[in-house]
């Protein structure tokens, strides 16, 4: 397995990946990243951002996964939000969703941010257990201007 910078070509199955994911656990779509239009072009929206990074992991070949850090527009000066955390499920139990989790806030740290902050829902409950085994607080509203209004668990983590 190989962690990496997003590339053009990638896009496609980053979007599949998410949208299967919310197929799956039959998760709301509107207003999530299930209809975000940069959903489909996430090789260009970190590209074009300087203080953000996603990162995917590669397994043979595949993209099996991703997960970034971005200056979410509306967050406090510092702040940075961890975004795109999704791991095609022939990929779980594997660490791979943690590997790409300690990349991404790694890099928060690397690009100076202070305070990392995420949104999420209840049935990713593997994930919210893992965030906060990493530090991450609950915190009762949503920061931000992320467009994602369906959310509804919000957490940060001082970097």
Same mark, same amino acid.
């Given at each position: 397995m190989t962690i990496r910078r997003i590339r053009k070509e990638d896009d496609e199955r980053v979007a599949a990946i998410i949208r299967g994911i919310f197929d @799956?656990?039959?998760?709301? %779509? @509107? /207003?999530?990243? $299930? !209809?975000?239009?940069?959903?489909?072009? =996430? #090789? %260009?929206?970190?590209?074009?951002?300087? *203080?953000s990074v996603l990162w995917v992991a590669e397994e043979d070949g595949v993209v099996m996964g991703s997960c970034g850090a971005c200056p979410t527009e509306g967050l406090p000066e510092g702040w940075c939000e961890i975004v795109k955390f999704y791991v095609d499920k022939r990929a779980?139990?594997?660490?791979?969703?943690?590997?790409?989790?300690?990349?991404?806030?790694?890099?928060?740290?690397?690009? &100076? $941010?202070?305070?990392? #902050?995420? @949104?999420?829902?209840?049935?990713?409950?593997?994930?919210? &257990?893992? #965030? *906060? *085994?990493? &530090?991450?607080?609950?915190? !009762? /509203? =949503?920061?931000?201007?992320?467009? /994602?209004?369906a959310m509804s668990i919000f957490m940060t983590k001082s970097l």
């Amino acid at each position: 397995m190989t962690i990496r910078r997003i590339r053009k070509e990638d896009d496609e199955r980053v979007a599949a990946i998410i949208r299967g994911i919310f197929d @799956e656990l039959d998760m709301p %779509e @509107e /207003h999530t990243v $299930y !209809d975000d239009a940069s959903t489909d072009r =996430q #090789y %260009e929206v970190f590209r074009d951002e300087p *203080r953000s990074v996603l990162w995917v992991a590669e397994e043979d070949g595949v993209v099996m996964g991703s997960c970034g850090a971005c200056p979410t527009e509306g967050l406090p000066e510092g702040w940075c939000e961890i975004v795109k955390f999704y791991v095609d499920k022939r990929a779980r139990g594997k660490g791979i969703g943690s590997k790409l989790f300690m990349k991404a806030l790694e890099s928060a740290r690397s690009l &100076g $941010y202070k305070t990392a #902050y995420l @949104e999420t829902f209840p049935k990713f409950g593997n994930a919210i &257990g893992m #965030y *906060r *085994r990493l &530090g991450f607080r609950d915190i !009762d /509203h =949503q920061m931000g201007n992320s467009g /994602h209004l369906a959310m509804s668990i919000f957490m940060t983590k001082s970097l």
